[in-house]
């Protein structure tokens, strides 16, 4: 991930070079192509792009026989990552024509050599040929303020070969399920092609950033993210759908009196999260203890902090006496059926909560909330599935499937195992804010 961050860095301050004078590349020479399919499909593409030239963004206009309304008509992109987000497609009319203006836009190139292909462009759902048109070419990466002012020049419209316009890229698309997180937004494709580059534009509110990003595979595996810098970031699409998730929290600098927590430790922004919330304190004063494995009654007493600290009767467990800090949480835990100790009587407040144990609580909490808890993983990849308890089966479905936890390096689930207080604050940190808390 490091290695990611150096090369978003480093490819930000490359781009800012050319944010001094974005001067387009020139249209001499170009030629807009069109090459009608079997199936009637129009499709468009540029050549004679000079070579050595790497396009960012293109503003292509054309100009169509006939008078149809924005609805009718469309340039569909062959590469579903090239578009200028908020600069919508502009329909104009003079003369018995239409005119369709399109912006394209990526950071990363969208040539292939001297030739490139732009998509289908149709008219009441049926493939049409342009009778004129001009293209402006953007040969830099600045690309944030879209491509709108370019000027472009009056190209040829030629009809192409199948050698020199390559067939669309029909190739089976995944979805992207993205749900809107609290405090921001995010825009992204809503499906992609195995090995295509996807990008994610991240647009935090006043006053918040992002806390983090994560995808996740069908089988709820992380995917991994370049951060491109200016809140846009990149994921190569796997063989199967995806799911995207993120986390805005307050861009105030909440001060943290940790001294083994810092700016540059991946748990970060959850522990800002959590503590700033008080739902987590620090084991003493100055320490965090990031790396101590939680304790059952650590987490209860996480949820009854969230509730507002109501008052409960004494707690039914032996091993829980009155006064200490963790008797009214486990009480209230109990009465509300998030926890049912371990049969004896006994709850074991100082044991190490394991992970299964964990998204049980977290589970039946969300249950009392009223939450959606609809979200299902098939879990049968891991290997140790069979470690899991019976009263685990249906919250570890949900916790994988809604990408509060995931499978450990090895590809295993680890239900017996233990979770740290870092990765506790970040698992809580997701479900409060899936959750709108």
């Not at 067939?167 to 809503?190: K, N, R």
């Not at 969300?366 to 808890?373: L, N």
Request: aromatic share 8%.
């Amino acid at each position: 991930m490091k290695k990611c961050k150096k090369l978003g860095a480093l490819l930000l301050c490359w781009a800012c070079l050319f944010s001094v004078l974005p001067l387009p590349a020139s249209a001499a020479g170009l030629s807009l192509t069109y090459r009608q399919t079997a199936q009637g499909a129009v499709v468009l593409g540029l050549s004679g792009l000079e070579s050595g030239k790497t396009i960012y963004g293109v503003q292509l206009e054309v100009t169509l026989a006939g008078s149809y309304e924005a609805s009718q008509v469309s340039l569909t992109p062959a590469d579903p990552l090239a578009y200028s987000p908020g600069h919508a497609a502009a329909v104009t009319h003079s003369q018995g024509q239409t005119t369709l203006t399109v912006y394209l836009a990526s950071p990363l190139a969208l040539n292939s050599g001297s030739a490139l292909t732009l998509g289908g462009l149709s008219a009441n759902g049926m493939g049409v040929i342009p009778e004129r048109a001009k293209v402006a070419l953007l040969d830099s990466q600045d690309i944030a303020g879209g491509v709108e002012n370019l000027s472009p020049a009056e190209v040829p419209v030629v009809q192409s070969t199948d050698s020199e316009s390559p067939d669309l890229p029909f190739g089976e698309s995944h979805p992207i399920t993205a749900p809107q997180a609290p405090h921001g937004s995010y825009q992204v494709l809503q499906a992609a092609r195995e090995n295509q580059v996807v990008t994610v534009y991240v647009q935090p509110e006043a006053g918040y950033k992002l806390g983090s990003l994560l995808v996740t595979d069908s089988k709820g595996q992380p995917v991994a993210i370049l951060d491109m810098g200016s809140g846009q970031y990149t994921f190569r699409m796997p063989g199967s759908a995806v799911k995207l998730e993120a986390i805005f929290v307050t861009a105030g600098n909440v001060y943290l009196p940790f001294t083994d927590v810092k700016e540059k430790d991946w748990f970060y922004a959850s522990v800002q999260y959590v503590y700033d919330r008080g739902m987590m304190q620090g084991m003493d004063e100055t320490h965090f203890s990031p790396g101590v494995a939680t304790s059952r009654a650590m987490i209860v007493t996480i949820l009854h902090r969230l509730e507002g600290s109501p008052a409960a009767d004494s707690s039914k467990f032996t091993d829980v006496p009155a006064g200490q800090w963790y008797t009214q949480p486990v009480a209230w835990a109990a009465a509300n059926k998030l926890v049912e100790g371990y049969g004896d009587g006994r709850f074991g407040p100082t044991h190490i909560i394991t992970r299964e144990q964990f998204v049980t609580i977290l589970h039946r909490y969300a249950v009392m909330k009223g939450y959606d808890v609809s979200d299902w993983a098939d879990l049968s990849r891991f290997p140790d599935i069979k470690k899991l308890a019976s009263f685990a089966e249906s919250p570890m479905h949900w916790a994988v499937g809604c990408g509060l936890i995931n499978g450990m390096d090895d590809g295993t689930l680890a239900p017996k195992g233990s979770a740290t207080r870092a990765q506790a604050a970040a698992i809580l940190t997701r479900f409060c804010e899936r959750n709108g808390m």
